[in-house]
Nanobody
Framework: QVQLVESGGGWVHPGESLRLSCVVS????????MAWFRQAPGKEREFVAC??????HYADSGKGRFRISRDNAKNAVYLQMNSLKSEDTAVYFC???????????????????WGQGTQVTVSS
């Protein structure tokens, strides 16, 4: 059974950084499209970034500030978030999916496995 466990969330001031981690068990990160999504209160879950093969993809909201990385040896995916803004406040979820085509990368329904989420709060 594939399990994804996120960690690294917390409360930070605007302009600060956080690094989220997602450790995968029961599967291999290199096998999947690995993604980060987020969901703010009262809003739909939205795509943040993903790894598809050797390529990375980012939502416009995180371009230039967020960086997704992968460590195959640790079977983990990370999301480095810099210059955080109050609008980045959300629960961040790690997701894994099989054989997604590029147009499907932002579709939550195409991902097979999800973590439980980690809260990120950006506030002064």
């Amino acid at each position: 059974q594939v399990q994804l466990v996120e960690s690294g969330g917390g409360w930070v001031h605007p302009g600060e950084s956080l690094r989220l981690s997602c450790v995968v068990s029961g599967g291999t990160v290199g096998t999947y499209v690995m993604a980060w999504f987020r969901q703010a209160p009262g809003k739909e879950r939205e795509f943040v970034a993903c790894f598809r093969g050797g390529n990375t993809h980012y939502a416009d909201s995180g371009k230039g500030r967020f960086r997704i990385s992968r460590d195959n040896a640790k079977n983990a995916v990370y999301l480095q978030m810099n210059s955080l803004k109050s609008e980045d406040t959300a629960v961040y979820f790690c997701a894994a999916g099989y054989n997604l085509r590029q147009p499907e990368l932002r579709d939550t329904g195409r991902y097979n496995y999800w973590g439980q989420g980690t809260q990120v709060t950006v506030s002064s």
